[in-house]
């Protein structure tokens, strides 16, 4: 009922930058929360960035190279990545708490996007 869709993810040398798009749609009465996690081969999945309606928050790993933003009005939420480092490569995931359903049958549900691969070579 609620689709996380990424795109942007892709091969950069370090240094370099990608800009990843997330895109939700479905039944939705309000987005919560948007935000990027990463997985990394052997690795637990870790929180990048997310928006709260109280602001942003990062991981001190990307702090002062990744932006979080989002488009209210196309559902969409971007994660800008510069100063790549190999260490940043992962899949990346969309994530987002939203309320869906309708009259007093509202509730809270989490989805998350397929994952989009990024590449850091040294």
């Known amino acids: 009922q609620v689709q996380l869709v990424e795109s942007g993810g892709g091969l950069v040398q370090a240094g370099g930058s990608l800009r990843l798009s997330c895109t939700a749609s479905?039944?939705?009465?309000?987005?919560?929360?948007m935000g990027w996690y990463r997985q990394a081969p052997g690795k637990q999945r870790e929180l990048v960035a997310v928006?709260?309606?109280?602001?942003?928050n990062y991981a001190d790993s990307v702090k002062g190279r990744f932006t979080i933003s989002k488009d209210n009005a196309k559902n969409t939420v971007y994660l800008q990545m510069n100063s790549l480092k190999p260490e940043d490569t992962a899949v990346y995931y969309c994530?987002?708490?939203?309320?869906?359903?309708?009259?007093?049958?509202?509730?809270?549900?989490?989805?998350w996007g397929q994952g989009t691969q990024v590449t850091v070579s040294s």
């Open positions: 928006i709260v309606s109280g602001g942003t």
């Open positions: 479905g039944s939705i009465f309000a987005i919560n929360t």
């Open positions: 994530k987002s708490k939203v309320t869906t359903g309708s009259g007093r049958g509202k509730y809270e549900f989490v989805a």
